[in-house]
């Protein structure tokens, strides 16, 4: 089984817990914040309105006291007030700014500010004023000190608290996640490996569909893909052999028909020579007897003259289709000494192109087979660059690199698209005589570039 190693970072099961992670780190903090700043504005609304109520008790009720001048009385009552545990300092001003009554550790130096409200102290203590009033006179002040510390005592309680059971939360939603998405990463790995199997070809793989859900409808997809792939490869494999077994005996049967064709045209040509070759040497002696016997008959001299000329040309056709059919040269002397006949003949028969030829040394002992495909394929080459190339050099390249024989044909002729070409007859039958070798053609050819044959041919 393969097994493919993904980057932590780009794992589908670290993604998913780094995920629910940070957004339930972000929801639980949203939260948080929002339920501390609701118990610090409650406290500090409880704080406010207590001491508001507190204050303007005082100051309704201390009035008649400092009417009256009786201080003993007022602050015995205030004693009575002053049990209120965050109540950390009672005093009472007369109209003076004088201290009358002090309860608690009240400053009397270094007077407090009045704040606006506990949430906007900086010293820890909530300090408020109010005036004494008597049938709108005033007759002083009550000033209150409230300590924050139980209130901040209370909200950091409720942050402790509440961080602790967001800390809580997030553990358990990482171990639930990480315990979902084992089990789905798990699955999900399974397909992926499973599909890497695939890719390397090993059809026979399956993954296991254990819960019918949108992972198992998947694996269970899956399996039915791998199944269909696999039925539809060993189709394709199927048809592959056949196809290459029918293109094996296509090469089979065109390398026997060229070797009956090429059989054929070496028994023509002998048979030409042999006795078609035989019948004009003796007609042509016969001729010359009858004229050398004829000196006074002018008439049957001059038949018999034109006999001869008649023959001798016949003789040359029958030797032309001869040289066609089978060169002999190709026979004794091999493939290069064969081109270089054919080349010399074609050139005759074309001044107005110059043909190159260079072969390697190394180029000799080649099967007839060999000899005789190579020499077709060059004689088919210069007869299509008579009749379509127009061009006016020719390179033939036949030379050998350590076991493959090669043969380049190139031309500066017209040449030809190769998208929009059809191929002819010509081409056909070099492709088939090249794969009768188990050889490689290769055809380059651009408008007014020329065309470019390259062959190989492998040497056992």
């Given at each position: 089984m393969i097994n493919q190693s993904i980057p932590l970072l780009q794992s589908l099961r670290c993604r998913l817990i780094v995920s629910v992670v940070v957004i339930e780190i972000v929801m639980l903090s949203i939260l948080v914040w929002n339920n501390i700043s609701i118990i610090q504005t409650t406290h500090t609304d409880r704080?406010?309105?207590?001491?508001?109520?507190?204050?303007?008790?005082?100051?309704?009720?201390?009035?008649?006291?400092?009417?009256?001048?009786?201080?003993?009385?007022?602050?015995?009552?205030?004693?009575?007030?002053?049990?209120?545990?965050?109540?950390?300092?009672?005093?009472?001003?007369?109209?003076?700014?004088?201290?009358?009554?002090?309860?608690?550790?009240?400053?009397?130096?270094?007077?407090?500010?009045?704040?606006?409200?506990?949430?906007?102290?900086?010293?820890?203590?909530?300090?408020?004023?109010?005036?004494?009033?008597?049938?709108?006179?005033?007759?002083?002040?009550?000033?209150?000190?409230?300590?924050?510390?139980?209130?901040?005592?209370?909200?950091?309680?409720?942050?402790?608290?509440?961080?602790?059971?967001?800390?809580?939360?997030?553990?358990?939603?990482?171990?639930?996640?990480?315990?979902?998405?084992?089990?789905?990463?798990?699955?999900?790995?399974?397909?992926?490996?499973?599909?890497?199997?695939?890719?390397?070809?090993?059809?026979?793989?399956?993954?296991?569909?254990?819960?019918?859900?949108?992972?198992?409808?998947?694996?269970?997809?899956?399996?039915?893909?791998?199944?269909?792939?696999?039925?539809r490869t060993q189709q394709l494999q199927k048809s592959e052999a056949r196809s290459s077994k029918l293109l094996q005996e296509n090469r089979q049967l065109i390398h026997t028909s060229l070797e009956i064709q090429e059989a054929e045209r070496k028994h023509l040509a002998r048979e030409l020579h042999d006795e078609l070759g035989q019948c004009l040497t003796a007609i042509q002696a016969d001729a010359e007897l009858i004229r050398d016997l004829s000196n006074e008959d002018k008439r049957i001299t001059t038949s018999a003259t034109a006999i001869m000329d008649v023959s001798s040309r016949v003789y040359d056709v029958v030797h032309s289709m001869m040289h066609r059919l089978r060169p002999g040269i190709l026979d004794n002397l091999g493939l290069v000494e064969a081109l270089k006949d054919e080349i010399k003949s074609w050139e005759s028969r074309n001044p107005l192109t110059k043909c190159h030829f260079t072969f390697s040394e190394n180029v000799s002992e080649l099967s007839e087979h060999t000899n005789i495909t190579l020499y077709r394929i060059v004689q088919e080459c210069l007869t299509n660059i008579t009749k379509h190339a127009n061009a006016s050099k020719v390179n033939i390249v036949l030379s050998k690199k350590e076991n493959t024989l090669l043969l380049d044909v190139s031309d500066n002729g017209t040449g030809f698209d190769m998208k929009s070409h059809n191929r002819g007859l010509g081409l056909i039958g070099m492709r088939e005589r090249v794969e009768s070798l188990n050889g490689h053609l290769q055809i380059e050819s651009k408008i007014n570039a020329g065309v470019k044959i390259k062959i190989s041919v492998p040497l056992k």
């Open positions: 704080l406010k309105d207590t001491a508001d109520s507190i204050i303007q008790q005082i100051a309704n009720t201390s009035g008649n006291y400092m009417v009256a001048v009786d201080y003993a009385t007022l602050e015995d009552y205030l004693k009575n007030i002053t049990h209120y545990k965050e109540l950390l300092y009672l005093a009472i001003l007369d109209r003076d700014d004088n201290v009358v009554i002090s309860l608690g550790p009240f400053p009397q130096k270094n007077r407090p500010a009045i704040d606006i409200s506990p949430a906007k102290t900086n010293d820890g203590v909530y300090d408020i004023a109010e005036e004494i009033k008597v049938a709108d006179q005033p007759m002083g002040k009550v000033l209150l000190g409230f300590s924050l510390r139980i209130m901040q005592d209370a909200i950091e309680k409720s942050r402790f608290r509440g961080i602790s059971i967001a800390i809580i939360e997030i553990i358990l939603t990482v171990i639930v996640t990480v315990i979902i998405g084992l089990g789905l990463t798990r699955r999900l790995g399974m397909l992926s490996n499973a599909a890497a199997e695939v890719e390397a070809g090993n059809y026979s793989v399956t993954v296991d569909t254990e819960v019918c859900d949108e992972v198992g409808k998947t694996a269970t997809a899956f399996n039915r893909m791998v199944s269909e792939v696999s039925n």
